[in-house]
């Protein structure tokens, strides 16, 4: 199968959504449709790659299992002609390199690596720990730096210190320090992608390579189209498409978290992602109904109109 080519600058390509894990109503991954939505992704949604098992993935209730046939399943979906990272960032550094090693084999063209949450550990355990995974394997890695989730950011310095290892080449930043990470930014080649949906334009105008985005399970194209745009020089056209889509960002991040709204909002047009694993829950008849008119009101078409 041939693979997707990046550039130094966006190794991993520019529009990247964090896939929802699908499940069937007893609770099993539905593989099959994992790649029904890898391709509506892709195909219709514009993306240049998916990120499988991070955080709106659910990976914190997936098997070791599941996400070795999970990454199996999207990149035989999905691989010739998207970009495939496996996330296997842990709070163990050893479960974390035993996740990296699963995944190249199941054919994963990049690994996504979250700061170790909870031991919450010293600036030089968090570098092992990145290091330890960019080790294991052959394949790129992106870092991931978001402090609400981790309590611990990446530090300056770490970061810094990070992107000499040759594999690790990129950082997914969801801290929103624009003034540290354009330090970073200035002293190494590490791409940034914005992980976070409410400033993806902000992070274009200091130079971030694109997004690893929630809402690009429903606005892909549109996302894609806000950094085409952009790069060829339409700010206004860029930030036009931003003021558009901001009642979705509203709508899928701000009521019960992404991974919930995501999937109500796949629903709403049309693409069944199954129920969440506890102890996430299905989004409420009125948290519908509000997503639903932020849909509409982001100009998205939905289910009904």
Not at 10 to 34: E, H, Q
Request: aromatic letters at 6%; proline letters at 5%.
């Amino acid at each position: 199968m041939a693979s997707p080519t990046g550039t130094s600058d966006a190794p991993f390509g520019r529009m990247l959504t964090a896939m929802v894990t699908p499940f069937t109503v007893d609770g099993a991954v539905d593989y099959d449709a994992a790649q029904r939505l890898a391709g509506f992704l892709v195909d219709e949604q514009r993306n240049d790659g998916l990120v499988v098992s991070g955080t709106t993935g659910e990976s914190p209730t997936t098997t070791d299992e599941e996400k070795e046939l999970l990454v199996r399943a999207v990149v035989e979906a999905v691989g010739d002609r998207a970009f495939v990272i496996a996330g296997v960032g842990t709070y163990d550094t050893a479960h974390s390199v035993k996740a990296a090693k699963a995944a190249e084999r199941a054919g994963a063209h990049g690994l996504l690596a979250v700061t170790p949450y909870y031991s919450r550990p010293p600036q030089e355990g968090v570098y092992r720990h990145f290091a330890a995974i960019a080790d294991a394997t052959e394949l790129p890695v992106m870092l991931y730096d978001i402090p609400g989730r981790s309590v611990i950011p990446i530090a300056r310095e770490t970061l810094i210190r990070l992107a000499q290892h040759p594999r690790i080449v990129a950082v997914k930043d969801a801290k929103g320090d624009f003034h540290t990470t354009s330090e970073v930014m200035l002293a190494t080649d590490l791409a940034v992608y914005s992980g976070d949906d409410a400033v993806n334009l902000p992070w274009l105008s200091v130079g971030a390579a694109g997004f690893v985005s929630v809402i690009g399970h429903v606005a892909g194209a549109d996302l894609a189209e806000m950094i085409k745009r952009f790069r060829q020089g339409d700010v206004a056209g860029a930030r036009e498409i931003h003021l558009r889509l901001t009642p979705v960002i509203s709508g899928i991040m701000n009521q019960a978290g992404g991974a919930i709204m995501a999937k109500a909002a796949l629903r709403l047009v049309g693409q069944e992602a199954g129920p969440s694993r506890l102890p996430l829950v299905e989004a409420t008849p009125e948290q519908i109904a509000l997503l639903r008119a932020d849909l509409v009101a982001g100009g998205l078409k939905v289910i009904g109109d």
